[in-house]
């Protein structure tokens, strides 16, 4: 049974992060979201074999079948990393992860739902949550700009999800305002250089999907420290002047996962 969940958990995280590539992909360009998709390079029409995540990228080498073009290893190694965050997920969830703090299972749900409702709906949210962290960590440092269109239906979704996991919505609504207040203050005082009101946006997802402000601050504080460093070591090393340093957005994920999945 437990390989079972863990199988599925990979591929329904091969297929988010597919989706995602596509997602990311039309959003840049501009493009609707039905449609079949095709060759940026060619425009040849994809079908189901050269759109299998993983495995069509490996089969065809990196190549596009129809004009040879080369194909991003980007694509292939965010269905991966996808993949194994939604692993990771379930095994947190089933208490198999072997964490070193444990920031998020001090939570408390609702004693009317059974362990295993408990189970799948906090799976879900993870999962969620993962995928538009990711989209964010790409989206924010590729092309600068959060998508209101996916990361604001998401921010409803996990927010309705942690009530029905039994969060007082006053106290999911504290942390929205102090990610409000928090980031909303550092755009005011920056004029808008330092801090986006992309990144506001990003700071009330993150306060809807953790529930508890502490571990929202937790994240932050996660986020602004590996940013700081990563900045740091960019000015010393001559790559960036600090007015120009990187953005925020992708520390801010990678504070997310750490209170995730420590
Ligand atoms: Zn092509």
Request: hydrophobic share 55%.
């Amino acid at each position: 049974m437990l390989v079972f969940w863990l199988v599925f958990s990979f591929i329904l995280g091969l297929s988010a992060g597919s989706f995602l590539n596509c997602l990311i992909w039309r959003l840049s360009h501009r493009k609707t979201l039905l449609g079949r998709s095709i060759c940026p390079k060619c425009g040849h029409q994809l079908f189901a074999k050269d759109n299998i995540p993983l495995l069509s990228f490996l089969l065809l080498r990196g190549r596009c079948r129809y004009c040879q073009e080369k194909i991003s290893f980007e694509y292939p190694l965010l269905e991966f990393v996808t993949g194994i965050l939604f692993v990771l997920v379930t095994l947190k969830n089933l208490g198999l992860l072997p964490l070193v703090f444990g920031w998020n299972m001090g939570q408390t749900f609702s004693t009317d739902l059974s362990p295993q409702n408990i189970f799948i709906l906090k799976t879900i949210r993870d999962w969620i949550g993962v995928f538009i962290l990711l989209f964010i960590f790409v989206y924010d440092l590729k092309y600068q700009i959060i998508e209101d269109i996916v990361v604001l239906p998401a921010l409803l979704v996990v927010f309705l999800l942690n009530i029905f996991l039994g969060f007082p919505w006053q106290r999911i609504a504290l942390g929205i305002l102090v990610g409000l207040v928090f980031f909303g203050s550092q755009y005011l005082l920056t004029k808008g250089k330092g801090i986006g009101l992309g990144d506001l946006r990003i700071g009330c997802f993150l306060a809807a999907f953790f529930a508890e402000p502490w571990l929202f601050l937790f994240s932050l504080f996660f986020g602004y420290i590996i940013g700081g460093a990563v900045g740091l070591i960019l000015v010393v090393l001559k790559r960036k002047k600090w007015k120009s340093a990187v953005p925020l957005g992708p520390f801010l994920v990678l504070g997310a996962f750490l209170v995730l999945f420590t």
